[in-house]
């Protein structure tokens, strides 16, 4: 079968670092993708891996490892405008997204 | 730069009352999506389009129809709306086949069942 699971809440402090896991598994495996997603908006594109490692991308790295069913996003020096939900998504064999339920990431000052 | 537009963004129905929500693009893209997003779960797929004149069923398609009659719209719809049916509607579309995948995402559509 296939699922994906990444933690529902996670608190950290403005100018820290914050890692955002995901976990999946899956038979086939197209990409891992991460999306932002404030309060009452809609879901905006941050990241996307295919291979194994590190993309970064300014302030947001993401980091896939294909073997473990593995990726995180790395969030350096948190503002608050970076409290949002992260929601993990990987698209599988018929190139769908399945996603995750999302972590709601607060930034505390 | 309109992207992806959703109407309307909210709406209350009674039980069984029916409505669509239509979802239109202006990026020339070839596939569409309908989700539904409840608290507490992940994006769950309604229907799919992957071309003008096609459908197909997507995570949870009962008691949704669909049609893509022109390339740039994508309609909803609920015959028999139930309370079950209460939640936050995205449209979405991506450029296609050999694309990377990243979808753009229309505002949402609320919807509340009484």
């Known amino acids: 079968g296939q699922n994906i699971d990444q933690p529902t809440e996670m608190t950290a402090t403005e100018g820290a670092i914050v890692q955002i896991n995901c976990t999946y598994q899956t038979s086939g495996f197209n990409g891992l993708f991460w999306y932002q997603q404030h309060a009452g908006e809609a879901p905006t594109f941050l990241s996307y891996n295919v291979l194994d490692g590190l993309e970064e991308k300014g302030r947001f790295s993401s980091f896939l490892s294909r073997s473990k069913g593995y990726s995180y996003l790395l969030l350096k020096e948190l503002q608050m405008k970076d409290s949002a939900s992260y929601l993990c998504a990987f698209m599988d064999s018929n190139y769908q997204l399945i996603w995750g339920a999302g972590t709601k990431l607060i930034i505390k000052p | 730069n309109a992207g992806v537009t959703q109407t309307p963004k909210f709406r209350v129905l009674k039980t069984g009352q029916s409505m669509t929500l239509l979802c239109a693009q202006d990026?020339?893209?070839?596939?569409m999506y309908w989700y539904r997003q409840d608290p507490g779960m992940g994006l769950r797929l309604i229907h799919y389009s992957v071309g003008e004149g096609t459908t197909a069923k997507g995570e949870v398609p009962d008691g949704y129809n669909v049609s893509r009659l022109k390339k740039q719209n994508f309609l909803l719809g609920l015959e028999s709306a139930a309370p079950s049916q209460t939640s936050v509607y995205f449209c979405?579309?991506?450029?296609?086949?050999?694309?990377?995948?990243?979808?753009?995402f229309g505002e949402g559509s609320r919807l509340t069942v009484l």
């Open positions: 979405a579309s991506r450029t296609g086949r050999g694309d990377t995948g990243e979808l753009f």
């Open positions: 990026m020339n893209h070839e596939y």
